[in-house]
């Protein structure tokens, strides 16, 4: 026992010793999992599918944890044989939750990625974003969890003031933006102080701040989207900013957990802070030909200074968006106001 407390105590002098008080960034295996997964949304769901053309539910999470360096069984009867049992009250990021569907047993499958929610492979939606305590549906035809990977407990880090994260640092390109945005509560951080600042933004996050940043009313969480119903945690805003004419659906669907990219942003930005082209300082992009479809509301960003383009005279329309940069564009755009 002795042995093993002084062990014990040495390697927790080690991570003291070697962790800095901000800017602590170190991925975990699971955050690493959950990570690869997040990069799969909107995949279409494929019956045996295991790629990224299409997957099915176990056939996702044979080639996630493959991607993380583990090999999992194929099949989710196979899968539930495996790893640890966990209680869905002690659940994790990169647990695997399992649940009876169409059959008796473990039928369906994915992967927890903490707030209650799990990544999967869904025969309606492909790769997409569920409540494990959804009343509707996945509650009552939850089975069980378990754990792949074992990690130690992670030592919990001080809570700092509003706008301070321990992941964005005073030298941090976006800091001086980040910490405003967050002093005033319009984007606000994850737990222990990180703010994630890598992190992609998607429709329903960028619904919440926007909403946050004008003062929105976000009581009617009545939407009108088949996939955003009342429960869920960004209905109000996603009805406010749907009905002021700033986001539009895809029909009957809103895709919340689509993420945003900087053609998007454009288009976003123009409809809420209604810009006007700088004639004086129209720039271009060897990308973007004046027939692009987004042509405009990126002249409208870039001219007025909330954008630019990269070295090589491009805009990359396409990229994804970061949660530093989501934050710099609404910091500059709610400073010309």
């Known amino acids: 026992m002795i042995r093993k407390f002084l062990a014990s105590f040495l390697i927790l002098t080690l991570i003291l010793t070697l962790l800095p008080p901000k800017g602590y960034t170190q991925t975990s295996k699971n955050e690493e999992i959950v990570s690869l997964a997040k990069k799969q949304l909107g995949v279409p ?11 099915d539910c176990s056939g996702f999470l044979y080639y996630i944890f493959k991607e993380a360096g583990i090999t999992l069984p194929r099949t989710s009867s196979d899968q539930y044989n495996i790893g640890d049992k966990i209680k869905k009250s002690d659940l994790q ?156 659906g895809y029909d009957d669907v809103f895709r919340p957990e689509e993420i945003l990219t900087r053609e998007q942003i454009a288009v976003l930005f123009t409809r809420v802070f209604n810009f006007t082209v700088n004639e004086n300082k129209k720039v271009s992009f060897t990308d973007i030909p004046e027939t692009y479809w987004a042509h405009n509301a990126i002249q409208r960003l870039t001219s007025n200074g909330i954008a630019s383009g990269y070295s090589d005279s491009t805009y990359r329309p396409k990229n994804e968006v970061t949660r530093a940069e989501f934050s710099v564009f609404l910091f500059r755009a709610l400073h010309m106001k």
């Open 45 to 55: 769901y494929r019956f045996g599918g295991s790629s990224p053309s299409g997957f």
């Open 93 to 248: 990021i990169g647990d695997i939750v399992f649940f009876e569907t169409y059959r008796s047993g473990p039928s369906h499958s994915g992967i927890y990625v903490g707030d209650r929610k799990f990544i999967h492979a869904s025969s309606s939606n492909g790769i997409s974003i569920s409540s494990v305590d959804d009343p509707h549906y996945w509650n009552s035809r939850y089975l069980g969890a378990r754990r792949i990977v074992d990690e130690p407990i992670q030592m919990v880090l001080a809570i700092l003031p509003a706008g301070e994260y321990h992941d964005v640092s005073t030298d941090h390109w976006a800091y001086n933006q980040i910490k405003w945005l967050g002093e005033k509560g319009i984007i606000n951080g994850y737990d222990q102080s990180f703010f994630l600042p890598g992190e992609v933004v998607t429709r329903s996050q960028a619904s919440v701040i926007i909403a946050n940043a004008l003062g929105m009313n976000v009581s009617n969480k009545k939407s009108g989207f088949k996939d955003v119903p009342e429960n869920h945690w960004a209905a109000g805003a996603i009805t406010a900013v749907t009905e002021a004419g700033y986001f539009r």
